[in-house]
């Protein structure tokens, strides 16, 4: 069965600081990936997809990046965080047009 | 461009029927998603409708008219854990586009 993995659950960073932030995925091959931030009250807000390694395509102008290394593995990344960064962080998984299955999400704070 | 219209609360009896209405624009529509996101957590998947008429799933139901850009999920026999926060997404151009929730509080 598939499995997705985000670490660190909980994160707090001081303004200015980097991030990074993992997902992986077991069980599937080229699947999908999506990074998802849902403010405190807000609805989920797409940052990035993927298609493929490599593949990476933005949907929001940010001070955030994602990359794709291997097949199974996406990250987000910040060179310096921002105090509007805080969020909730979800990666997400799809085959093709299906349904999007989400991983256990990261709260991060900003300080 | 992208909409998506649905209750901000709702509150509801145990035991009741509830149904929570969205209502959509969106360009490339390929179907809806309903999500059910309890606090603090990832959301779930609860269904999927491509096309025009009624799902049902056990207590869940979902409903899509796409000529009326408009949905609906009607949760039966309410239970005090279906109190969460229930997302409407349609699919649009290839990605989910999110409404902001409603969240449902089911009461003794």
């Known amino acids: 069965s598939q499995t997705i993995h985000q670490w660190p659950a909980t994160l707090v960073q001081p303004v200015g600081s980097p991030l990074s932030l993992e997902c992986t995925v077991e069980?599937?091959?080229?699947?999908?990936l999506y990074w998802y931030r849902q403010a405190a009250g807000r609805g989920l807000q797409l940052l990035f997809y993927?298609?493929?390694?490599?593949?990476i395509s933005s949907e929001v102008p940010q001070n955030l990046s994602a990359s794709r290394p291997q097949d199974r593995q996406f990250i987000l990344s910040s060179k310096k965080l921002l105090l509007s960064d805080s969020g909730f962080y979800l990666c997400?998984?799809?085959?093709?047009?299906?349904?999007?299955?989400f991983g256990p999400g990261t709260r991060l704070t900003v300080t | 461009g992208q909409n998506i219209d649905q209750p901000t609360e709702m509150t509801a009896t145990e035991g009741a029927i509830v149904q929570i209405n969205c209502t959509y624009q969106?360009?490339?529509?390929?179907?809806l998603f309903w999500y059910q996101q309890h606090a603090g957590e990832a959301p779930t998947f609860l269904s999927y409708?491509?096309?025009?008429g009624l799902e049902e799933k056990g207590r869940f139901s979902s409903f899509l008219s796409r000529s009326k850009g408009y949905s609906y999920l009607l949760l039966k026999e309410l239970q005090m854990k279906d109190s969460a926060s229930y997302l409407c997404?349609?699919?649009?151009?290839?990605?989910?586009?999110f409404g902001q929730g409603t969240e449902l509080s089911v009461k003794p």
């Open positions: 997400a998984w799809s085959v093709g047009g299906d349904e999007q299955y």
């Open positions: 069980g599937t091959s080229n699947p999908n």
């Open positions: 993927s298609v493929g390694i490599g593949q």
């Open positions: 969106t360009s490339g529509f390929n179907g």
């Open positions: 409708n491509v096309l025009d």
């Open positions: 997404a349609p699919l649009g151009g290839g990605k989910l586009i």
